[in-house]
């Protein structure tokens, strides 16, 4: 600053000028470098840190991904998704008609949908996907949840229970070594481990009897292979039969009048479940082509049948899992999350097989399912505490007595055969 206009300012003034004069030279010199080292292509690692990167910076967006995707190869969204495309835009329209899920200004109703599909497809983190969709972790985690909500409330409406006029399952009116045996039934009950991420100091009340920390969840399946009924969130060290108690008691399940499910050895025999009979032979592995039709006892022939028949609650879970990997592997969500997770999993399971039924998951051959594996803890027998819980549950002489017609009139109809074969 000149000599004449420090005489005619006061010094404090002219202190402030001089130093913004400095700073707005040192901001030249510095843009002028820069410039000059990107010309040159030697801008110095103290630079380049100095400059704000994008996290995400891939040549397209999730949204853009999602589009090329559905609009592409069926099998594509089937790799990405587990469904093929018509039944993503199907489920995408079922919620948004609901007003369940809506476009946003930052996502379209697609992208949200994919994000939560893609999640427990291949049981991914919110980190893998934020790399997968090109999104921060919270934009991920909030849509995920969104979905999730919005998927759990369609479970009143495709988990639908049976209810007394339903009618004898056109599978079993059409085989004659079930008809007219096991009219009545509507279908198998079990339970299911599914993996559960908790905190150390919920170990014990999630490990199962494996050592394994797991929640508990009850199923009923119709021979549909859709889900009746599912029961999620119970700790891993919690029985079939307690988890069965706190469904007929708070949870809603109520077995129409004059029907039953079957059920394993994990539940009481009960005019409501039908068990097999225990100390015989009865897993659907113990029966062999060449062995099946010879039968020692009564007991036998029951117990085969009825195995044959619950099976398809193996054969369920089976494909449940073999789609949607999120069953086996859990990633670490917080316990409601885990819980729902299984719940929208069986929604969209429903959802699939009633508006799908050539998904190549429901035609898959037993031979191909794992339904064997992970969620088979082995037969649990009901112990002495559970007992007290029967007369809650259904009358074990109704249940027995139930039981023991079935088994004696399959095995009348069994001599017959046998005798008109031998003529």
């Given at each position: ?285 113990d029966y062999h082509a060449e062995t099946s039709c010879r039968y020692s006892i009564k007991q036998e022939l ?122």
């Amino acid at each position: 600053m000149s000599n004449y206009l420090r005489g005619v300012f006061p010094d404090e003034f002219c202190k402030f000028v001089e130093g913004h004069i400095a700073l707005h030279i040192e901001l030249n010199n510095a843009i002028r470098k820069y410039i000059i080292s990107l010309m040159d292509g030697s801008s110095s690692s103290d630079d380049e840190s100095s400059i704000p990167r994008p996290m995400f910076n891939r040549a397209y967006t999730g949204q853009q991904y999602v589009a090329n995707l559905l609009s592409g190869h069926p099998l594509h969204s089937y790799d990405c998704f587990r469904l093929p495309s018509e039944a993503f835009h199907q489920l995408k329209e079922l919620l948004v008609s609901r007003g369940l899920l809506q476009d946003t200004m930052y996502m379209l109703a697609d992208e949200q949908l994919a994000i939560f599909l893609r999640g427990i497809a291949y049981a991914q983190t919110y980190r893998q996907l934020c790399e997968f969709f090109q999104h921060s972790l919270e934009t991920v985690s909030r849509y995920f949840k969104i979905v999730l909500r919005a998927i759990v409330s369609l479970s009143d409406e495709l988990i639908e229970f049976p209810t007394t006029e339903v009618e004898c399952h056109p599978f079993l009116r059409s085989n004659t070594q079930f008809y007219p045996f096991f009219q009545n039934a509507i279908g198998a009950i079990d339970g299911i481990h599914i993996p559960a991420v908790v905190s150390k100091r919920l170990h014990n009340r999630y490990r199962n009897k494996k050592g394994s920390t797991s929640q508990n969840v009850m199923a009923a399946v119709s021979f549909d292979r859709q889900f009746v009924y599912v029961g999620s969130g119970w700790e891993g060290c919690a029985t079939d039969m307690r988890v069965l108690q706190w469904a007929m008691e708070e949870g809603g399940f109520k077995v129409p009048v004059g029907k039953y499910f079957l059920v394993d050895y994990g539940y009481a025999n009960t005019d409501k479940l039908i068990a097999p009979f225990r100390g015989y032979r009865y897993h659907f592995s113990d029966y062999h082509a060449e062995t099946s039709c010879r039968y020692s006892i009564k007991q036998e022939l029951y117990n085969h049948r009825h195995s044959q028949l619950r099976n398809v609650v193996k054969m369920t879970f089976g494909i449940w899992k073999e789609r949607f990997k999120v069953l086996t592997h859990m990633p670490q969500f917080p316990l409601t999350i885990q819980a729902d997770i299984v719940l929208a999993c069986a929604v969209l399971h429903n959802f699939i097989g009633r508006y799908h039924g050539h998904d190549m998951y429901f035609n898959m051959l037993q031979t191909e399912m794992h339904h064997n594996s992970d969620h088979d803890l082995g037969d649990v027998q009901v112990n002495d505490e559970d007992l007290d819980m029967y007369g809650r549950i259904g009358e074990r002489i109704q249940g027995d007595s139930l039981r023991h017609s079935i088994m004696t009139n399959l095995w009348e109809a069994h001599a017959t055969s046998q005798r008109r074969r031998s003529i």
